[in-house]
């Protein structure tokens, strides 16, 4: 027989965390350009994870990018997406998904007709949480300035991916 763990044994961990599709862990709406994100689960209630919601509403995507500490995984919910990790590039869809590691530079955009969807879970959270607050106080995508990036533990290493018409 499984025990039961006791997750009252670290600070701030809920027992179970539900969030509703369509919407945001903390009720908040965070527009960075042609994307919102939802927050998920954030570092807060877990051991450093975070996962944030992608809806893309137009085709795009951000700077090619690495990120100095944490691992990222996206999983495509809707739509299609080009990511590029490294000097692979992958056309990905619905149920489809990919690992960026740390320190590997990256960058994705939605290449579909109409609004795209992904998850993408970054492990350890780090300053990243905090990168997306600062640029929702903007509504806009990150700019492509070295030294933003890099208070947030990012580094900027190029343009977004080209979209073909």
């Known amino acids: 027989m499984i025990e ?7 600070p701030n961990i809920p ?18 350009g042609i994307n919102t994100i939802d927050y998920k689960v954030t570092s807060q209630e877990s051991t450093g ?5 992608v809806t ?14 944490q691992d990222e995984w996206f999983y495509v919910l809707e739509g299609q997406f080009l990511i590029e990790v490294a000097a ?19 960058a994705w955009a939605n290449v579909g007709e109409g609004k ?4 993408a879970v970054l492990t350890p959270a780090g300053k990243i949480e905090a990168f997306f607050r600062e640029l929702a106080k ?4 990150a700019p492509p300035d070295p030294a933003l990036w890099r208070a947030y533990d990012l580094e900027w290493v190029g343009p977004p991916l080209p979209i073909e018409p």
Request: aromatic share 2%; glycine share 10%.
């Open 4 to 10: 039961p763990t006791d997750t009252n044994t670290v």
């Open 15 to 32: 027992s179970a965390l539900l969030v509703a599709a369509g919407q945001d862990r903390f009720g908040e709406q965070r527009r960075l």
């Open 49 to 53: 994870l975070l996962i944030i919601e």
């Open 56 to 69: 893309s509403h137009a085709k795009g995507g951000p700077e090619r990018h690495l990120h100095v500490g």
């Open 88 to 106: 692979e590039r992958f056309r990905l869809t619905s149920g489809d998904a990919v690992l960026a590691p740390r320190r590997v530079p990256h």
């Open 116 to 119: 795209g969807r992904l998850l």
């Open 138 to 141: 903007t509504a806009s995508m």
